[in-house]
């Protein structure tokens, strides 16, 4: 906060050129700040609850080896409408074969 009005006093006595490259120095490597925001709890059941390698079932295909979410891929099984039936293993070699 005590940046901001460091930064707000420094460029209101500057050229536009010389307002943006002080800007651009302030952030520059800055991430989003985390103050405030709630810690990871692993105390009792959630250590055991957000633990992916013990899932079973439907469960267990929505997270990657690396306990990571899947996304989409993870949810729906995702149809290919490529005209090709599940599978058929010479896909896209037609062309190749005559030619």
Do not use: W
Not at 6 to 23: H, Y
Not at 32 to 43: M, R
């Amino acid at each position: 906060r005590n940046e901001y009005y460091m930064s707000k006093a420094v460029v209101s006595t500057q050229s536009t050129g010389e307002k943006k490259e002080a800007i651009r120095a302030l952030i520059a490597g800055k991430g989003p700040a985390t103050a405030g925001t709630t810690k990871i709890s692993k105390k009792g059941g959630t250590a055991r609850l957000t633990d992916t390698s013990k899932y079973t079932g439907s469960h267990k295909e929505r997270f990657g080896a690396d306990g990571k979410g899947k996304g989409l891929e993870g949810r729906e099984d995702i149809i290919e409408d490529d005209g090709y039936v599940v599978g058929y293993t010479n896909k896209d070699t037609y062309d190749q074969a005559h030619n």
